[in-house]
């Protein structure tokens, strides 16, 4: 009997490759996956598709440290393994971080992310204008109902840098709104504008599935 | 070497709408990286420059194989560049960036030599937009001073190099993968022993392909038509005499998003043996080489492992005429079982054989089939020497409907030399006998499916051909005939689309050119010309305008009939079909029409 695999791995997109769309990035990774001779499931019908299921797009131009992805293999394949091949055909700049095998079946990742965690870094110019900022967003903003946490964490070295940790809900319930990226990234470079601050950097750091009330990240709970 | 910054780099990318046309570091790619260089100057940077957006670019199969075989050499470098989208190239302009390569990101100017590939007439602009943006004098004159770049140009589009001539150092006529080294070797020496640009091109020029602009000069009478081109050598065309000693490209650089064909190229064959009249490539490539299929089963599996693409386009002028077809792709299907690979063969001339070869690639869902009559009657086909029978064709259909096929895409050209009513009138009939033999052999419940797609476009006579004396229709006379055959359509199951017969007659000035032409392309440029070949772009007044401003006749180059004696501008490069073949081809093309129903 022929033995499956099902691999949930882990990815980023930093650097040159954030450019790329989210079907851009799949038709490479699909590409990567033929080179790399993994012999992936492929759907029944018409026109035939690897099994690779992705999770929610992130936007054009936003790097990111975590992207995942599942795969389906028509072999026996240890996560490590699937990992050490695919990395050959990859650049670093979009390559995969970490992988794990599948043993008991999980909820797909579409539906199964409820979180994104995004880092920011600004400079400031004025003390206080991170906790003004943090302030803006948590209580006037129209960000807010979608904001899951926000954390202000000055550098140790440069207290003239600081760093705001946001957690945003993917999924929209009576309690919350979805966190839209790019509209809040505007309003934010504009409210750091209004405080003499500038924004020097920002990514996407983790995606999290909800259990037993704690946020995990996709690979912790497989 | 100045090179663009990843943060000047992020800054441009702003608002642009597909930023990974411009990100490079794909898989694949195979230049030197510059920070591992310890003596630049001891390299020679060669700039690939396509002249139209990167993931038309990077289909081309030309650019993979000069990519290839230039980075094969230690001492030489390719990086590639192609045409900005309008929303890069306004955040270039506005930033006052220059143009930069994908590779290393080093600006245009900067290089030893910038080389364009020209695929088409409609791409002159873009060139000379490239050029702009790198910040260089258009024409080579006002470049002599400067050592670097070297700017040159080839590609099936500069086989007639006139139109584009004042703006290149050199043009490289013919196959481009052999000559490129010679050159390169040259331009080495030139960089390490700081020769003069004049010595460079002296001594490339003894080179077959190479084609320096400024050893030409050329007289003309008052009517415009030229007297004497000096000095009288020719320019013999680059040929590769063996295919099989250059493989075909087995680990081309993997675009990073999605291009206009999304598959490995397999090229089979270069040149054909057909020799239809109208046809510039089937005389510009001859000779007709063919590859071993032995070597090209291992070379495209070895390909299809290091690309990961899921299809396979056998490439040549005439697939049809390749006499292992039939073995190349069974072997290569057979080999390939367990993937799920498709093929697909962008030129096969169908009949009841090859039908047999449509099925093995097509086996699971039929895509369609095409045929390209060119013209409505025999006689007609007999005139441009396109060796199609009707009935023959119609057989094959009728066979193909039985198989299973429901879509047929057929090729037209109107405005052909000796054409009558009759051939327009013969378009339509050939169309209303496949939608009445779909009637009699596909059953009712399929008939819906039936699709006919019909292409019909206007001919331009082209230089190298038998009817490069020919004239062209005018675009009132051509939008006439249009109308005729859409208004005698059937309704049903076909759909007919016609190419801008305004923009044919710009081809046709840019195709048949002199030297003067390029005073318009450039006006042209100037006025906005750019992407010409994308109909949302061409403007037909701009390049009126243009040839107004440069004082050229447009009509004298589209719609006159040259006489056969006359010295046409191209006349200097050898292809090597001589011009009495040409003459010999034309003579008989008239003297069937003579033959039948009194054609003038």
């Known amino acids: 009997m022929m033995e499956d695999t099902k691999i949930r791995f882990k990815f980023n997109k930093i650097r040159e490759f954030k450019y790329l769309s989210h079907l851009e990035t799949v038709r490479l990774i699909k590409m990567a996956i033929t080179r790399a001779k993994i012999n992936v499931k492929f759907s029944e019908g018409f026109r035939p598709n690897p099994k690779i299921n992705f999770s929610f797009p992130v936007p054009v131009g936003l790097a990111s440290l975590a992207e995942y992805s599942d795969i389906d293999i028509c072999e026996k394949l240890d996560a490590e393994d699937f990992k050490n091949s695919i990395n050959l055909q990859l650049k670093e700049q979009m390559s995969v971080l970490e992988a794990k095998n599948i043993v008991n079946k999980v909820p797909s990742l579409m539906g199964d992310i409820e979180f994104c965690s995004y880092s920011f870094k600004i400079k400031i110019e004025k003390k206080n204008s991170g906790e003004k900022i943090n302030n803006d967003i948590i209580t006037t903003s129209e960000f807010a109902g979608s904001i899951y946490s926000l954390d202000l964490i000055y550098d140790e070295i440069d207290s003239n840098i600081v760093n705001l940790n946001l957690i945003g809900y993917t999924k929209f319930s009576e309690n919350n709104k979805i966190f839209k990226f790019n509209d809040f990234l505007k309003y934010f470079k504009y409210l750091s504008n209004n405080n003499d601050a500038v924004v020097e950097d920002y990514f996407k750091k983790e995606a999290y599935v909800l259990r037993g009330g704690m946020l995990k990240t996709p690979l912790e709970i497989v | 070497m100045k090179t663009l910054n990843f943060s000047d780099f992020e800054k441009l990318l702003e608002g642009v709408l597909k930023p990974g046309r411009y990100i490079g570091n794909e898989f694949g790619i195979k230049s030197k990286s510059i920070e591992n260089i310890k003596d630049l100057d001891s390299k020679v940077f060669f700039a690939l420059a396509f002249p139209d957006v990167y993931e038309v670019g990077m289909s081309n199969l030309g650019i993979q194989i000069l990519y290839e075989t230039i980075n094969n050499h230690d001492d030489f470098s390719a990086e590639r560049v192609f045409?900005?989208?309008?929303?890069?190239?306004?955040?270039?302009?506005?930033?006052?960036?220059?143009?930069?390569?994908?590779?290393?990101?080093?600006?245009?100017?900067?290089?030893?030599?910038?080389?364009?590939?020209?695929?088409?007439?409609?791409?002159?602009?873009?060139?000379?937009?490239?050029?702009?943006?790198?910040?260089?004098?258009?024409?080579?004159?006002?470049?002599?001073?400067?050592?670097?770049?070297?700017?040159?140009?080839?590609?099936?589009?500069?086989?007639?190099?006139?139109?584009?001539?004042?703006?290149?150092?050199?043009?490289?006529?013919?196959?481009?993968?052999?000559?490129?080294?010679?050159?390169?070797?040259?331009?080495?020496?030139?960089?390490?022993?700081?020769?003069?640009?004049?010595?460079?091109?002296?001594?490339?020029?003894?080179?077959?392909?190479?084609?320096?602009?400024?050893?030409?000069?050329?007289?003309?009478?008052?009517?415009?038509?030229?007297?004497?081109?000096?000095?009288?050598?020719?320019?013999?065309?680059?040929?590769?005499?063996?295919?099989?000693?250059?493989?075909?490209?087995?680990?081309?650089?993997?675009?990073?998003?999605?291009?206009?064909?999304?598959?490995?190229?397999?090229?089979?064959?270069?040149?054909?043996?057909?020799?239809?009249?109208?046809?510039?490539?089937?005389?510009?490539?001859?000779?007709?080489?063919?590859?071993?299929?032995?070597?090209?089963?291992?070379?495209?599996?070895?390909?299809?492992?290091?690309?990961?693409?899921?299809?396979?386009?056998?490439?040549?002028?005439?697939?049809?005429?390749?006499?292992?077809?039939?073995?190349?792709?069974?072997?290569?299907?057979?080999?390939?079982?367990?993937?799920?690979?498709?093929?697909?063969?962008?030129?096969?001339?169908?009949?009841?054989?090859?039908?047999?070869?449509?099925?093995?690639?097509?086996?699971?869902?039929?895509?369609?089939?095409?045929?390209?009559?060119?013209?409505?009657?025999?006689?007609?086909?007999?005139?441009?020497?396109?060796?199609?029978?009707?009935?023959?064709?119609?057989?094959?259909?009728?066979?193909?409907?039985?198989?299973?096929?429901?879509?047929?895409?057929?090729?037209?050209?109107?405005?052909?030399?000796?054409?009558?009513?009759?051939?327009?009138?013969?378009?339509?009939?050939?169309?209303?006998?496949?939608?009445?033999?779909?009637?009699?052999?596909?059953?009712?419940?399929?008939?819906?499916?039936?699709?006919?797609?019909?292409?019909?476009?206007?001919?331009?006579?082209?230089?190298?051909?038998?009817?490069?004396?020919?004239?062209?229709?005018?675009?009132?006379?051509?939008?006439?005939?249009?109308?005729?055959?859409?208004?005698?359509?059937?309704?049903?199951?076909?759909?007919?689309?016609?190419?801008?017969?305004?923009?044919?007659?710009?081809?046709?000035?840019?195709?048949?050119?002199?030297?003067?032409?390029?005073?318009?392309v450039e006006e042209a440029f100037k006025n906005g010309a750019k992407f010409d070949n994308w109909s949302e772009f061409f403007n037909y007044k701009t390049w009126v305008d243009a040839f107004d401003k440069a004082k050229i006749d447009i009509n004298f180059f589209t719609g006159r009939e040259a006489g056969i004696d006359e010295i046409m501008p191209w006349d200097f490069i050898d292809i090597p079909v001589t011009k009495e073949i040409l003459i010999k081809e034309h003579k008989k093309a008239k003297s069937i029409a003579l033959k039948n129903d009194g054609r003038h």
């Not at chain 2, 873009?126 to 040159?152: E, H, Q, S, T, Y």
């Not at chain 2, 993937?339 to 001339?349: A, F, M």
């Open chain 2, 83 to 520: 045409s900005p989208w309008i929303d890069l190239e306004a955040n270039l302009r506005k930033n006052s960036t220059r143009l930069f390569s994908l590779e290393n990101k080093i600006f245009l100017d900067e290089f030893d030599i910038i080389g364009f590939s020209l695929q088409h007439e409609m791409q002159y602009t873009n060139v000379l937009n490239m050029l702009d943006l790198a910040g260089l004098n258009l024409r080579f004159r006002d470049r002599l001073n400067m050592r670097k770049p070297i700017v040159c140009a080839g590609g099936p589009a500069a086989i007639n190099p006139l139109p584009m001539a004042p703006f290149m150092d050199f043009f490289v006529i013919g196959d481009g993968e052999e000559v490129v080294i010679k050159i390169l070797e040259v331009l080495k020496q030139f960089k390490l022993e700081n020769r003069r640009k004049e010595w460079f091109l002296s001594k490339i020029n003894k080179f077959d392909g190479v084609y320096v602009p400024s050893d030409y000069k050329f007289y003309y009478y008052d009517n415009g038509t030229v007297k004497k081109i000096e000095p009288d050598l020719k320019v013999k065309k680059a040929t590769v005499k063996d295919l099989d000693n250059y493989r075909i490209v087995t680990s081309p650089v993997i675009a990073n998003i999605k291009p206009v064909h999304d598959r490995f190229v397999c090229e089979i064959m270069r040149g054909c043996f057909r020799g239809c009249r109208f046809c510039q490539a089937g005389f510009t490539y001859r000779p007709v080489r063919t590859r071993k299929a032995e070597n090209l089963i291992s070379d495209c599996m070895e390909g299809i492992d290091n690309s990961g693409f899921d299809e396979i386009s056998f490439l040549s002028l005439s697939s049809a005429d390749y006499k292992e077809l039939g073995f190349l792709i069974k072997s290569f299907l057979d080999l390939n079982k367990n993937k799920k690979i498709s093929v697909s063969l962008p030129s096969l001339r169908l009949d009841s054989f090859t039908l047999s070869i449509a099925e093995m690639i097509q086996s699971g869902r039929k895509t369609g089939l095409t045929f390209a009559p060119e013209a409505g009657t025999q006689i007609m086909r007999d005139i441009i020497n396109k060796n199609i029978d009707e009935n023959e064709m119609l057989e094959c259909i009728s066979i193909a409907f039985e198989k299973g096929w429901e879509k047929v895409k057929l090729y037209f050209m109107i405005g052909l030399p000796f054409e009558n009513e009759k051939d327009i009138e013969g378009i339509t009939e050939i169309v209303q006998k496949i939608t009445a033999l779909a009637r009699n052999v596909l059953p009712k419940s399929k008939l819906g499916r039936l699709n006919i797609n019909l292409s019909i476009n206007a001919f331009c006579p082209k230089p190298f051909t038998p009817f490069q004396w020919a004239p062209q229709d005018s675009i009132e006379i051509l939008e006439g005939k249009f109308a005729r055959i859409r208004n005698n359509l059937p309704k049903r199951f076909v759909k007919v689309s016609w190419s801008d017969p305004k923009k044919s007659r710009i081809e046709c000035v840019l195709a048949r050119g002199n030297i003067k032409v390029a005073d318009a």
